[in-house]
């Protein structure tokens, strides 16, 4: 089955500091990857897809790479805000109907 | 525009007990999906919607059902809660026509139920 993996502990930077977060998966290929932000006691909000022909995507302060032979994706937050403070997800698509896979979530806390 | 409402926010029930969470989306969109979360555990999927009328089972369907009546509504019902099933509910949509945003889910603000 499908398997995908996130850092598990929570990731603690200083401010203006860049954020990496990794996501790793087996046993699937998909034809896109997507990073969503989740705030405490809210829904998740997509910030970035990114194609398995693509292999970095910016979106201001955010970028994301994707590498399909090591079934790999980071996920970077230059010049980090504590604002940046959220648990940060990977989805992967399986396959029709836009269905996707989650991460468990890396929790990111960005400090002054 | 209000993108994904889910009703109720919180809701506390008995084992045994059954209830209906409801998921509206003024966007459109074909697809609607519902996910539970718990802690430690990705979003994962309980049933899915690729249009008005269809549902189909996703990843963890066992002891829910669903109805897709109309385009906008998406319902979820747990016929005789069980304290497994306390967990945060997620309705999202997507689907919509426009190239740029297709793939993407919006996800309502979720309901915490627990069973007790």
């Given at each position: 089955?499908q398997?995908?993996?996130?850092?598990?502990?929570?990731?603690?930077?200083?401010?203006?500091?860049?954020?990496?977060?990794?996501?790793?998966?087996?046993?699937?290929?998909?034809?896109?990857?997507?990073?969503?932000?989740?705030?405490?006691?809210?829904?998740?909000?997509?910030l970035?897809?990114?194609?398995?022909?693509?292999?970095?995507?910016?979106?201001?302060?955010?970028?994301?790479?994707?590498?399909?032979?090591?079934?790999?994706?980071?996920?970077?937050?230059?010049?980090?805000?504590?604002?940046?403070?959220?648990t940060y997800?990977?989805?992967?698509?399986?396959?029709?109907?836009?269905?996707?896979?989650?991460?468990?979530?890396?929790?990111?806390?960005?400090?002054? | 525009?209000?993108?994904?409402?889910?009703?109720?926010?919180?809701?506390?029930?008995?084992?045994?007990?059954?209830?209906?969470?409801?998921?509206?989306?003024?966007?459109?969109?074909?697809?609607?999906?519902?996910?539970?979360?718990?802690?430690?555990?990705?979003?994962?999927?309980?049933?899915?919607?690729?249009?008005?009328?269809?549902?189909?089972?996703?990843?963890?369907?066992?002891?829910?059902?669903?109805?897709?009546?109309?385009?906008?509504?998406?319902?979820?019902?747990?016929?005789?809660?069980a304290?497994?099933?306390?967990?945060?509910?997620?309705?999202?949509?997507?689907?919509?026509?426009?190239?740029?945003?297709?793939?993407?889910?919006?996800?309502?603000?979720?309901?915490?139920?627990?069973?007790?």
């Open positions: 089955s398997k995908i993996e996130q850092n598990s502990e929570a990731l603690n930077i200083q401010e203006g500091k860049t954020a990496t977060l990794t996501c790793n998966y087996t046993n699937y290929s998909p034809a896109y990857l997507q990073w969503y932000r989740q705030d405490p006691g809210r829904g998740p909000v997509f970035l897809l990114i194609r398995e022909n693509e292999k970095e995507k910016r979106k201001e302060r955010l970028k994301v790479t994707f590498d399909t032979t090591l079934k790999q994706s980071l996920f970077h937050i230059t010049a980090s805000q504590p604002a940046d403070s959220a997800l990977c989805a992967l698509d399986i396959g029709g109907y836009n269905k996707l896979i989650f991460g468990a979530g890396t929790r990111l806390a960005v400090h002054p | 525009n209000a993108g994904v409402t889910q009703t109720p926010k919180f809701r506390v029930l008995k084992t045994g007990q059954s209830m209906t969470l409801l998921c509206a989306q003024d966007m459109n969109h074909e697809y609607m999906y519902w996910y539970r979360q718990d802690p430690g555990m990705g979003l994962r999927l309980i049933h899915y919607s690729v249009g008005e009328g269809t549902t189909a089972k996703g990843e963890v369907p066992d002891g829910y059902n669903v109805s897709r009546l109309k385009k906008q509504n998406f319902l979820l019902g747990l016929e005789s809660a304290p497994s099933q306390t967990s945060v509910y997620f309705c999202a949509s997507g689907g919509g026509v426009r190239l740029a945003t297709k793939n993407i889910q919006y996800f309502g603000a979720g309901t915490r139920l627990s069973v007790l």
